[in-house]
């Protein structure tokens, strides 16, 4: 996650355990519980939801690089929380600001305007910056 702004693309597919062929739509079947029958927009739906909800647990994290990405729920610190990423069903995009940054190293924080005040970040903490995508 690099101060310097840039425009990044990724391409990622799925590797199934057994080899095979897989799409999404034959994950959110498999692993999500969705119906063979549903239609695209529940697919895409049910995969939304597990997207959010997984930046809450430990998948958001990887602990090799020491980088975490999360939605910052607080409106008061979340200058771009009205801008989360939301669903498109019309052209099955998900788009919108995340949180992402750091973990891992002990830092201090120091207030450039006063060299009293300051205080230092620990370990576990992640400083967080604001990442825009578009999936």
Do not use: W
């Not at 119906?35 to 809450?56: D, G, M, P, R, T």
Request: with cysteine.
């Amino acid at each position: 996650m690099s101060i310097n702004p840039k425009l990044e693309f990724f391409r990622f597919s799925l590797n199934h355990k057994n080899e095979e062929f897989k799409t999404f739509r034959d994950f959110v079947i498999e692993e999500l519980g969705v119906s063979k029958s549903a239609n695209n927009e529940k697919v895409i739906e049910s995969c939304f939801k597990h997207f959010i909800q997984s930046l809450k647990t430990d998948y958001s994290k990887d602990e090799k690089l020491k980088k975490r990405i999360v939605i910052e729920g607080k409106k008061s610190i979340n200058k771009h929380h009205d801008k989360k990423p939301t669903l498109n069903t019309a052209d099955y995009t998900i788009s919108g600001v995340i949180n992402g940054g750091l973990y891992g190293r002990e830092r201090i924080i120091a207030n450039n305007d006063d060299d009293d005040d300051s205080s230092t970040l620990g370990m576990n903490k992640t400083v967080l910056m604001y990442f825009f995508i578009f999936l």
